[in-house]
């Protein structure tokens, strides 16, 4: 009985520890996005990295970048990409106040790894998306 009460203790920590990445040391921002739209996204394109398509609920590889702004967790990109035949952009929550990269409640993201879900924004009068970083 003793065996069986540790091995129903033992095996859920044994696949924890194989979901987590064993990630080298970087000097840049690296990137992995998840797409949390619900539909599939083509053609991405952010802050100059072709990132490609990304289907629905699936992550991408990293990607790096040498800085990355964020500001009230919503990472500061340009981006582009198709859904449904329809061009999508950047939400105006991801552009920083007034346009600027971080200012004035920003800052830059040290160099490590990052999560960034990508959602369809509540914003009104068009298709934009919103990038937020994950922790």
């Known amino acids: 009985m003793k065996k069986y009460f540790l091995l129903a203790f033992l095996l859920p920590l044994f696949f924890l520890a194989c979901d987590k990445e064993d ?9 992995k ?7 599939n996204i083509e053609n991405l394109l952010v802050s100059r990295a072709s990132v490609g398509d990304v289907g629905k609920g699936k992550k991408t590889d990293y990607f790096q970048y040498d800085e990355l702004g964020q500001q009230y967790g ?6 582009v990409g198709d859904i449904d035949g329809e061009r999508y952009f950047t939400s105006s929550a991801c552009r920083g106040i007034c346009g ?15 999560k960034i879900a990508i959602r369809i924004s509540d914003e009104l009068g068009g298709n934009y998306l919103e990038f937020r970083v994950v922790d």
């Open 23 to 31: 990630l080298p040391p970087t000097e840049y921002v690296m990137v």
């Open 33 to 39: 996005f998840e797409n949390k739209t619900g539909k």
């Open 74 to 79: 919503f990472a500061l990109v340009e981006a």
């Open 100 to 114: 600027t990269e971080s200012a004035p409640d920003g800052e830059w993201l040290e160099p490590g790894y990052y």
